[in-house]
T-cell receptor, first 111, second 114 residues
Framework: EDKVVQSPLSLVVHEGDTVTLNCSYEVTNFRSLLWYKQEKKAPTFLFML????IEKKSGRLSSILDKKELFSILNITATQTGDSAVYLCAVEAHNTDKLIFGTGTRLQVFP | KAGVTQTPRYLIKTRGQQVTLSCSPISGHRSVSWYQQTPGQGLQFLFEYFSETQRNKGNFPGRFSGRQFSNSRSEMNVSTLELGDSALYLC?????????????FGSGTRLTVV
């Protein structure tokens, strides 16, 4: 059965810290991996990764995919209180019309 | 352009009742997917509609059903509600239902079954 596992489940840090969120997957016919940020209700898109070893970057956030070891990491540098959210990892497989989500990592950033 | 609109935002129902949730996708988007989000299970795929046809269905009982209209608006229905159906129901709008086209989520409907 296809599955996506995120770790840690929860993380508490202080402003300015750097955090690394992990996502491993076992999905048949992998097509892409996506990261979302969910602050209140609607998840908002962060990155889509399809190729191994190519880093995607947006400001203080970056992500990379390892298709050989079947995992991805999301890095956030110089964290701010506004980064507090649940970060969701999802995988899309070929020939499907759905995303398989992990249970998310809850990040809390304190001043 | 307007985002994804889900109504109602909150709903309280009693066990045994049925409920209908609505999702209006972004104009021009033809794919609508539905997900159930609970604290223990995360987001789980319910079904996806494209041009009024259900293309994929998740592992949920037959009490969960949906449909899509010609204007791409979608509804999902849950009959004979159980306490375990309490969850945030999210819909995602996409041009064609593939990640490279992008998925935009609505703010969800929070359903509480008492």
């Amino acid at each position: 059965e296809d599955k996506v596992v995120q770790s840690p489940l929860s993380l508490v840090v202080h402003e300015g810290d750097t955090v690394t969120l992990n996502c491993s997957y076992e999905v048949t016919n992998f097509r892409s991996l996506l990261w979302y940020k969910q602050e209140k209700k609607a998840p908002t898109f962060l990155f889509m990764l399809t190729s191994s070893g190519i880093e995607k970057k947006s400001g203080r956030l970056s992500s990379i995919l390892d298709k050989k070891e079947l995992f991805s990491i999301l890095n956030i540098t110089a964290t701010q209180t506004g980064d507090s959210a649940v970060y969701l990892c999802a995988v899309e497989a070929h020939n499907t019309d759905k995303l398989i989500f992990g249970t998310g990592t809850r990040l809390q950033v304190f001043p | 352009k307007a985002g994804v609109t889900q109504t109602p935002r909150y709903l309280i129902k009693t066990r045994g009742q049925q409920v209908t949730l609505s999702c209006s996708p972004i104009s021009g988007h033809r794919s609508v997917s539905w997900y159930q989000q609970t604290p223990g299970q995360g987001l789980q795929f319910l079904f996806e509609y494209f041009s009024e046809t259900q293309r994929n269905k998740g592992n949920f009982p037959g009490r969960f059903s949906g449909r899509q209209f010609s204007n791409s608006r979608s509804e999902m229905n849950v009959s004979t509600l159980e306490l375990g159906d309490s969850a945030l129901y999210l819909c995602a709008s996409s041009l064609a239902g593939r990640a490279n086209y992008g998925y935009t989520f609505g703010s969800g409907t929070r359903l509480t079954v008492v």
